[in-house]
């Protein structure tokens, strides 16, 4: 077991990746299969939470607890760094600081808070709005403020681009940072370049988002670490992808009267006992109580 904290191992991976490619879990068992696959980072996506453990769009419906049951399924199953979409914090300063208090708790690495009004939307959508500077450093210093291992990374996302322009934008993340966050996530930007002129301007770690079917084009990851980018986020992918096949099943359950047509395309049970590691259970079973006959 590794001794340092989920917070310097996010720092650490950021630090050595370039970039560092952050893959969005929405269940621990996910996790599992990224960890395998060889990804430093994870994340647990806001929207994520909403659609799939409630059902919800992300509209600023659901809460803390809610994000922290999931998250610390997460932490609990991999010892990969945690990022977590925190949204704007749920409240007011004692609110963020429960949140950041509670993240810590379970083992979460990182946490994202963004500029929007407390009824927001997803980042890549229409008529979003955002708070003043100044309430907004006035949430990171309260999170700051709570964090108790000073590892804990706080980054803080802006949505203001969309909404007030790039230059905005720019302005926004480096009071952001004098306000004390230690990373800025720059939300659904459209050009490469302005990745580049984020980080010309902004003294930090910078996270991309790659999202699809959003406002930003899916570019490669060495383009945007090209352009600046020290962290390329991928919140959804792998939740979009296992709906469509889910989907495809429920559809051939209901039309064919059968899942026949498939079952090619689904994980085996020897895939799926392998990322469990299955078998070490069972064997501690047969070693704890199988009797000498
Ligand atoms: C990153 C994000 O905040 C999320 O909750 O995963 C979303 C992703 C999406 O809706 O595609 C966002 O970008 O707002
Ligand atoms: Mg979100």
Redesign the pocket.
């Known amino acids: 077991m590794t001794t340092t904290t989920p917070g310097q191992r996010f720092r650490d991976a950021v630090a050595n990746a370039k970039p560092l490619q952050i893959v969005?879990t929405i269940n621990a068992y996910f996790a599992l299969m990224a960890e395998r696959t060889g990804h430093q980072a994870l994340?647990l996506?806001?929207?994520?939470?909403?659609n799939a453990s409630y059902g919800l769009p992300?509209l600023g419906m659901t809460s803390m607890n809610d994000v922290i049951i999931d998250a610390g399924r997460i932490t609990s199953a991999t010892a990969l760094p945690l990022l977590v979409?925190i949204?704007t914090g749920w409240g007011g300063a004692f609110n963020i600081a429960r949140t950041i208090r509670e993240f810590e708790k379970v083992g979460v690495a990182a946490v994202?808070m963004?500029d929007q009004v407390a009824q927001k939307?997803?980042?890549?959508?229409p008529n979003k709005a955002v708070v003043s500077i100044d309430e907004m450093c006035d949430r990171i210093k309260a999170a700051v403020d709570a964090r108790t291992d000073p590892s804990f990374v706080i980054m803080a996302?802006t949505?203001a681009v969309a909404v007030e322009g790039l230059e905005a934008g720019i302005k926004r993340a480096q009071a952001y940072l004098e306000a004390g966050a230690d990373m800025i996530f720059a939300?659904?930007l459209t050009e490469l370049e302005h990745y580049r002129q984020f980080k010309a301007a902004v003294n930090a770690p910078i996270l991309a988002?790659m999202?699809?079917?959003?406002k930003t084009e899916l570019f490669h990851k060495d383009e945007l670490f090209e352009a600046g980018a020290d962290m390329v986020?991928y919140?959804?992918g792998a939740f979009r992808a296992a709906n469509a096949a889910a989907l495809k099943v429920f559809e051939a359950m209901k039309n064919d009267g059968h899942q026949r047509s498939q079952v090619d395309a689904m994980q085996t049970r020897t895939e799926l006992y392998d990322f469990l590691n299955y078998h070490s259970y069972e064997d501690k079973l047969d070693t704890l109580f199988t009797q000498d006959k």
Do not use: Q
């Open positions: 969005g994340y996506s806001g929207a994520g939470v909403a992300d979409d949204d994202h963004e939307r997803c980042g890549h959508r996302r949505d939300e659904a988002n999202t699809e079917f959003g986020l919140p959804l």
